[in-house]
Each structure stands twice: as C-alpha cells, then as structure tokens.
T-cell receptor
Framework: GESVGLHLPTLSVQEGDNSIINCAYS??????FIWYKQESGKGPQFIID?????DKRQGQRVTVLLNKTVKHLSLQIAATQPGDSAVYFC??????????FGTGTKLQVIP | DTAVSQTPKYLVTQMGNDKSIKCEQN?????MYWYKQDSKKFLKIMFS???????INETVPNRFSPKSPDKAHLNLHINSLELGDSAVYFC??????????????FGQGTRLTVV
C-alpha cells in the first residue's frame, strides 16, 4: 500500500564526506537489486545494480553492498557533491519484472 | 532523443472525468510499466506488460486500464477520476533479453491533479 503516515528519511551530509544510504528488502527470492536516484521533478535514474551472486559492486564514486543473510542493501557515495542531492531508492526484483521499490531516502548535501 | 517519453507532463482535471496518459519508448525494450508515486514519494508498481501482454496487475481499480498497441507503447486510461488518483504517474521500460532482468528506464512523469 502507500506510505501513509511515514516520513521520507533524510540524510544530511557535508560536501566532500562519504554518504551511506541503507535499505532493507523484503523478498528472499529477489535476485537482482538496483539503486535509483530521483531529482526533483524528474523520473528515477539508474545508478548501480547488483545481482544476488555478488556482495559488492563498484561504480564511479558509488559502491553497492549486498548482505543476503539479513536482506540488507547499502549505497555508498564517495566525496559527496551538491549534485548528489536527491531522493535515493533501492529496488528489488524477484523476477517476472515485478520490481518493488523501497520507501526512499532524501540526501541533502550541505555545501 | 528521449528514451522513455510520456505525455502530458501535467494534467489537471475534474472528478468524474476520463483521461489518458501516453507512453512511448525507443529503446527496443520488451517490457513496459506504469508506476504511481504518492505525495510521500512512495513508488508503487501498477502494471507491467511484456511483449504487449499483461504480466502484472497490482490490485489497481478497474477504472485504470492500460493498453499496449505495440511493444514500444503503453498507454494508461483512467475512468471516473477520483481525488485519490492525484499523484505522479511514471512510465518505465526494461529488457528481459540476454542474461535476465535489467534496470528500468523511467519517463519524466505525469503529474495528475484531480480537483
């Protein structure tokens, strides 16, 4: 259902620091996970993905960690910049194109 | 070149009206989706089509009827609009070819306001 009564979690980070955004997923059958970034007034944009046969994947300034034991996903952003300010979503895919999004975390970068 | 484009970007309409949102993707993807995002930014899947066939229908009221005339298009028609339908609707597409599911590409969204 909808996130009635829930507030969007906010993470405030100083420019240049590293950011860590966490996500708990629900379906142990999920084998593909994606992090999206959504800027104001735009659609979600792909950042990085990871499949269940891996526990870590690195991109440019971003790293995703997957812990299947506790069904936890994290996104690490190195040297956070003002342009990183956005809402970040993790998404899980148990197959059959049924991608489910987490509630999102708002990242605020303080100059 | 916009990969996933949806129109209109904004839609303001009165309760009880019928409206449509169109979506087109030029990525050659075989799967298309409609998502609804509420005021708290929660994104929920509504429908998924694979090669023009309905794969997922997530307990969406019958007033919502998707139509996929071909693999590149997935339109959303909404009958008898209600205040609670106000939200941002996102179209997306992805490919299931190759090694399996891949990330979805999203359109810019349609902000629907029912008054």
């Amino acid at each position: 259902g909808e996130s009635v009564g829930l507030h969007l979690p906010t993470l405030s980070v100083q420019e240049g620091d590293n950011s860590i955004i966490n996500c708990a997923y629900s379906n142990s059958a999920s084998d593909y996970f994606i992090w999206y970034k959504q800027e104001s007034g735009k659609g979600p944009q792909f950042i990085i993905d990871i499949r269940s046969n891996m526990d870590k994947r690195q991109g440019q300034r971003v790293t995703v960690l997957l812990n299947k034991t506790v069904k936890h996903l994290s996104l690490q952003i190195a040297a956070t910049q003002p342009g990183d300010s956005a809402v970040y979503f993790c998404a899980e895919n148990p197959g059959y194109q049924k991608v489910t999004f987490g509630t999102g975390t708002k990242l605020q970068v303080i100059p | 070149d916009t990969a996933v484009s949806q129109t209109p970007k904004y839609l303001v309409t009165q309760m009880g009206n019928d409206k449509s949102i169109k979506c087109e993707q030029n990525l050659g993807h075989d799967t298309m989706y409609w998502y609804k995002q509420d005021s708290k930014k929660f994104l929920k899947i509504m429908f998924s089509y694979n090669n023009k066939e309905l794969i997922i229908n997530e307990t969406v009221p019958n007033r919502f009827s998707p139509k996929s005339p071909d693999k590149a298009h997935l339109n959303l028609h909404i009958n008898s609009l209600e205040l609670g339908d106000s939200a941002v609707y996102f179209c997306a597409s992805s490919s299931t070819a190759g090694t399996g599911d891949t990330e979805a590409f999203f359109g810019q969204g349609t902000r629907l306001t029912v008054v």
